[in-house]
């Protein structure tokens, strides 16, 4: 069944409305405030019962006092509650132009100083007569009884009681002298008039909402508002230049006619909104713009007819205004990525204008792949990755973020091809080779799981003492300078630490060993003494090197060395001073041969020395 609303029905049209549980008919005798003279109160519909309802007193005390008459308060009483509860409720209160009192005074009072009622009757001026006995301006005739006659019958303000046409009060005193005169419509429609204490038929008149709906058969029905939402929901933390949800519980309508909601915003604590919604979503997404303080939200909802129900309104929440961080920079990536092996990622810092940064946020893609994956969360520059076999390629981005939670766009580095290669191994004798007197061998062997060809360094105390290159996986080593008697001569006493480093032309393996120099005293001489022809009378020594001064120090030198007992002559005077030797001995019985033989020791002080060389000649 369709509806209309009753505003928007003809004047002249019939409604229907229960009285005491029976249908009446009423007839729409006007449609809005009929003019100036009327409150604003009485912009509506005015309807009046079409026939006589029944027949009562005016006024039992028989005075043209209408304000204090028996019928306006038997119509504002006793007739009122005979309506529905709903109809009842619906009518307005009005404010109507009257003659205050009784007698013939023709003084009107009007406007908002008009008589409060919710039933009432017409006045003369209404129903459109035009007679010297009427108030004058009580009222403006209604546009249902535009053009009747002014002061003769007219059939349209005839009624029926019963089967046949009938006196009817109408509210107008009679201004002709007598103060218990009243006015009233014949039966054939024209104006006459009586004392009020007699019983004239009432056509109830009042005045409804235009909002109400009227249904296809003419009932009239009341429009209620929808209810108020009961919640509205606005996220406690809003941070200004962002989007925000906000969502309201969904409100109910008696009538099944609600069309929507309206939203509202506030910026300064409630004292004035500003529409930022309607429509029949129970949520919308707004912007806070930056800068803003603080923020409130309210919702209603309204009908299709245009009834509209509380305000549900939000807490007052504090706006934050916070800048996000910039980018970080730079991201650097190392271009060698081992599978298998770790990565350090580091990137520059970021900056942020409310100085509120809180740290970063790295993420890891690979095998050149879309998604990125999170590694790494924390206020470090640095991040040290595993990689992960099987891996073909990786690449990493890193944003910044702050305290509110705002983020900085990415900075993204360069893609990595990740390499797969097996460092050399290098299996040693030994790691710790505790004191040496003399030189050792420190054996090693390297081996490269990849078959690759290795460069093998050997470093005394981290000075590069020998380089091997084009050695084969698996090759047995020694250690060079530790094995050779005048490399090892020329090692201090003291901790040293031999180091081997192995390298495959991608990666370096080192391996290192300790040991303790403990030499306190040397000796040097010749395996093969020197033979010559004839005698050696003169020669001369040098002793190259470090020789502490406090060294036990002593040379000596023989002229008869093949001889089965040598004659050792102490040379070490002339050693130290860099003279000729001139030989004692005059006998070689096995030939003339020379030698010599050196010893130092270490003295007091403790402080090493070494023997470089040896050398001289002899005649």
């Not at 001026?125 to 009580?138: D, I, K, L, R, W």
């Not at 303080?293 to 919702?299: A, E, I, K, L, P």
């Not at 970021?350 to 924390?378: C, F, M, P, W």
């Amino acid at each position: 069944m369709a509806n209309v609303r009753l505003g928007a029905k003809a004047v002249g049209s019939t409604v229907k409305i229960k009285v005491n549980g029976t249908v009446e008919d009423f007839i729409i005798i006007h449609q809005g405030k009929p003019s100036s003279v009327y409150d604003d109160s009485c912009n509506g519909t005015w309807l009046l019962m079409k026939d006589i309802y029944e027949k009562r007193q005016w006024n039992s005390s028989n005075t043209n006092d209408y304000a204090n008459s028996t019928i306006h308060s038997y119509l504002n009483s006793t007739f009122l509650n005979l309506l529905e509860s709903n109809i009842k409720n619906a009518i307005k209160q009005v404010k109507l132009p009257y003659r205050k009192g009784s007698g013939s005074s023709k003084t009107v009072t009007s406007g908002s100083n008009g008589l409060s009622a919710k039933i009432f009757l017409l006045s003369a001026a209404e129903t459109s007569f035009n007679h010297v006995y009427m108030p004058s301006g009580e009222g403006t005739e209604l546009a249902y009884f535009k053009g009747c006659a002014d002061d003769s019958s007219d059939s349209k303000r005839v009624a029926n009681f019963g089967r046949w046409a009938d006196f009817w009060w109408l509210r107008s005193p009679s201004c002709s002298g007598y103060s218990t005169y009243v006015l009233y419509v014949s039966s054939d429609g024209g104006l006459d008039d009586y004392g009020g204490s007699s019983g004239y038929g009432i056509r109830p008149a009042f005045v409804l909402p235009s909002t109400l709906l009227v249904s296809d058969d003419g009932t009239v029905s009341t429009n209620t508002a929808p209810s108020t939402p009961w919640n509205i929901s606005v996220p406690s933390s809003i941070m200004g230049g962002t989007n925000i949800s906000i969502s309201w519980a969904k409100s109910s309508d008696a009538e099944s006619n609600l069309a929507g909601y309206k939203v509202e915003r506030s910026t300064n604590g409630g004292w004035s909104w500003s529409l930022i919604y309607q429509g029949t979503a129970t949520s919308t997404t707004t912007n806070v713009a930056f800068g803003t303080t603080s923020v409130m939200y309210r919702v209603k909802a309204y009908d299709t007819d245009g009834l509209e129900s509380g305000w549900r309104t939000s807490s007052q929440v504090t706006v934050v205004n916070n800048n996000a961080p910039s980018a970080p920079p730079s991201i650097a990536v190392p271009k060698d990525v081992k599978g298998g092996s770790t990565l350090v990622i580091s990137w520059t810092a970021a900056s942020d204008s409310d100085g509120n940064l809180s740290g970063y946020i790295l993420e890891r893609s690979t095998d050149g792949g879309s998604a990125y994956t999170q590694v790494y969360k924390g206020n470090a520059l640095t991040y040290t990755d595993t990689i992960t076999n099987g891996w073909s390629t990786v690449m990493y981005r890193v944003k910044a973020y702050d305290t509110e939670g705002l983020e900085s766009g990415y900075t993204t580095s360069a893609i990595r091809t990740v390499r797969y290669n097996v460092a050399p191994a290098i299996n040693a004798s030994s790691t710790s080779l505790g004191e040496k007197n003399a030189p050792f061998n420190f054996g090693y062997t390297v081996t490269d799981a990849d078959g690759d060809t290795l460069t093998v360094t050997e470093k005394l105390d981290g000075k590069t003492t020998a380089t091997r290159t084009g050695i084969a996986s698996g090759t047995a080593l020694t250690f060079e300078q530790a094995a050779d008697v005048a490399g090892f001569q020329r090692i201090l006493n003291g901790n040293h630490t031999l180091t081997v480093e192995a390298r495959d032309g991608k990666e370096t393996t080192s391996a290192s060993a300790t040991f303790t120099k403990a030499v306190h005293a040397a000796s040097v001489t010749l395996t093969t003494p020197l033979a010559v022809d004839g005698d050696i009378t003169v020669a001369i020594l040098q002793v190259s090197g470090f020789i502490p001064n406090d060294a036990a120090f002593k040379a000596e030198a023989t002229n008869n060395a093949l001889d089965d007992s040598p004659v050792w002559q102490d040379v070490t005077a002339e050693v130290r001073k860099g003279m000729n030797i001139v030989f004692e001995n005059q006998t070689a019985s096995a030939g003339a041969a020379f030698n010599f033989r050196i010893s130092v020791e270490r003295g007091a002080s403790g402080e090493g020395g070494y023997i470089d060389s040896v050398s001289g000649a002899f005649q």
